[in-house]
C-alpha cells in the first residue's frame, strides 16, 4: 500500500536548488478566489465588523496555505499521497471560499464546518510525517495534536453564541499561527542532530512572491470591474494610474526581495519572517480596499488610509530586506532619512486632490525603484 502511495520526504533529505512544482502552483490559483470573495464580499457590506470578519477569514485561509506550503517544501514530492493531499486542500479552500460572503455577515457555522475539515487534514499530514520521519516525528507529533485541540475549538464553537463562536474561532488560530512556540525545542534538537541551518528555502520565498503578484493582480481586477463603463477621460487617466502604482508596487517587491537568502538563528525568527511575508499580502488586499474607496469618495481621512497603507507595504519589504542583511554593515543614517522622506512626501500627497494624489504616490514609487537600484550598484 505504502509503495503505490508513496512516502513523504524526511527532514534531512532536501532537494538542492528546488523549483516551484506544477502541482504547487496549480494550488496558488485558488486563493485568487478566496481574495476576490473577500474583496467583493467587504465593498458589498461594508463596515467594521465586516473587515473584522474579514481580517479574521484571510488569516484563517491564509493559515491553511502556509501549512501546506511548508509541508510541502520539507517533505513534499511527486507521490500519489501528495497529489491528492494538495488537491484535497484546494477543493477544501474553494468550498469554504464559497461561504465568504455567508461569514462576513456574521453567520460562520458552514465556513467553520470547512475549516474543521482542512485541520483534520492538517493534523493527519503530520501524523503521517511522525510515522515515516523519525527525526522529524517529534516535532510532527505536537503540531498535529495542537492541530486537533484547535480541531475540538472549532466544533466547541458551533453550539456558543455569535460572540463566544468568535472568540474560540480567534483562539484556535492563534494556536495554528502559534504551534511552533510548543514545538521549539523539538525542532532545536532535530536541527543540531542533522546540522541542518535555519532558513525560508528560497522556493517558499518563491511562493510567497507568487501569492503576493495574485493579490496585485486582484487589484487590477477589481478596479477593472468598477470602473466598467465608466469611459471618460478622467476615469481612464484614474485608471491608467492605479494600474502604474500596482506595477511599481510589485516592481520594489521583486528588487527588494527577489534576491534574497534568508538564514536565521533559530526556528522562531524563521517562522516570523514567514509572517511578515504574509502580513505583506494582508496588506496589499487592505490596499485594494482602500483603492476602490478612494475612487468612491476622496475623502481626506481615506487619503490618508490609502497612503499609510502604501508605506506599510514599503516598511514591510525593507524590514525583510533588514533581517536578510542584519549582518552587514547598513548605513542607518542614510536609510532613514530616505524612508522619513517617502512618508513626509506620501502624507503631503493626501491633501492633493485623487488626480494629484495618484500622480505623485506614483512619482514616490518610482523613486523609490531607483533609490532601491542606485544603492545595489554601489553595494
Given at each position: 500500500m505504502f509503495d503505490f502511495w508513496g512516502r513523504p520526504r524526511t527532514i534531512d533529505q532536501p532537494i538542492r536548488d528546488r523549483k516551484i512544482s506544477w502541482l504547487e502552483l496549480f494550488y496558488d490559483l485558488i486563493f485568487a478566489v478566496v481574495l476576490a470573495r473577500l474583496t467583493d464580499g467587504v465593498l458589498a457590506n461594508w463596515s467594521w465588523s465586516t473587515l473584522g470578519a474579514a481580517t479574521l477569514l484571510f488569516w484563517w485561509f491564509f493559515w491553511g496555505w502556509n501549512e501546506t506550503?511548508?509541508?510541502?517544501?520539507?517533505?513534499?514530492?511527486?507521490?500519489?499521497?501528495?497529489?491528492?493531499?494538495i488537491n484535497l486542500q484546494m477543493i477544501l479552500t474553494g468550498i469554504g471560499a464559497l461561504f465568504i460572503d455567508e461569514a462576513l455577515r456574521g453567520h460562520f457555522n458552514k465556513i467553520t464546518l470547512v475549516l474543521m475539515s482542512i485541520e483534520l487534514l492538517a493534523a493527519g499530514i503530520w501524523y503521517w510525517v511522525a510515522y515515516f520521519d523519525p527525526i522529524h516525528r517529534a516535532a510532527s507529533t505536537v503540531w498535529a495534536n495542537v492541530h486537533l485541540v484547535a480541531l475540538a475549538l472549532l466544533g466547541l464553537s458551533l453550539f456558543l453564541p455569535h460572540w463566544g463562536q468568535?472568540?474560540?474561532?480567534?483562539?484556535?488560530?492563534?494556536?495554528?499561527?502559534?504551534?511552533?512556540?510548543?514545538?521549539?525545542?523539538?525542532?532545536?534538537?532535530?536541527?543540531?542532530?542533522?546540522?541542518?541551518?535555519?532558513?525560508?528555502?528560497?522556493?517558499?520565498?518563491?511562493?510567497?512572491?507568487?501569492?503576493?503578484?495574485?493579490?496585485?493582480g486582484e487589484i487590477i481586477a477589481?478596479?477593472?470591474?468598477?470602473?466598467?463603463?465608466?469611459?471618460?477621460?478622467?476615469?481612464?487617466?484614474?485608471?491608467?494610474?492605479?494600474?502604474?502604482?500596482?506595477a511599481l508596487i510589485s516592481g520594489s517587491y521583486y528588487q527588494i526581495i527577489g534576491e534574497l537568502h534568508l538564514r536565521f538563528s533559530s526556528s522562531i525568527r524563521a517562522l516570523a519572517t514567514g509572517w511578515l511575508f504574509i502580513g505583506e499580502i494582508f496588506l496589499i488586499f487592505l490596499l485594494g480596499l482602500s483603492l476602490h474607496f478612494l475612487l468612491e469618495r476622496a475623502t481626506l481621512a481615506i487619503k490618508l488610509i490609502f497612503v499609510g497603507l502604501i508605506f506599510a507595504t514599503l516598511m514591510v519589504?525593507?524590514?525583510?530586506?533588514?533581517?536578510?542583511?542584519?549582518?552587514?554593515?547598513?548605513?542607518?543614517?542614510?536609510?532613514?532619512?530616505?524612508?522619513?522622506?517617502?512618508?513626509?512626501?506620501?502624507?503631503?500627497a493626501a491633501w492633493l486632490p485623487r488626480l494629484g494624489l495618484l500622480v505623485v504616490t506614483d512619482l514616490v514609487l518610482a523613486l523609490v525603484i531607483i533609490h532601491g537600484r542606485r544603492r545595489i550598484k554601489r553595494a
Open positions: 506550503s511548508s509541508y510541502f517544501d520539507n517533505h513534499g514530492n511527486g507521490a500519489p499521497l501528495n497529489v491528492v493531499m468568535l472568540g474560540l474561532l480567534v483562539l484556535a488560530l492563534l494556536l495554528n499561527w502559534g504551534d511552533i512556540f510548543f514545538t521549539n525545542p523539538n525542532l532545536e534538537r532535530e536541527y543540531q542532530q542533522t546540522e541542518m541551518v535555519h532558513q525560508l528555502k528560497d522556493s517558499l520565498i518563491e511562493r510567497y512572491g507568487l501569492l503576493t503578484m495574485i493579490a496585485l477589481g478596479l477593472s470591474t468598477a470602473l466598467a463603463g465608466k469611459d471618460s477621460g478622467s476615469e481612464i487617466l484614474t485608471f491608467s494610474l492605479s494600474i502604474v502604482l500596482v519589504m525593507w524590514l525583510i530586506e533588514l533581517i536578510a542583511e542584519w549582518r552587514q554593515s547598513l548605513q542607518w543614517g542614510a536609510a532613514l532619512r530616505f524612508k522619513g522622506m517617502v512618508l513626509f512626501a506620501l502624507v503631503l
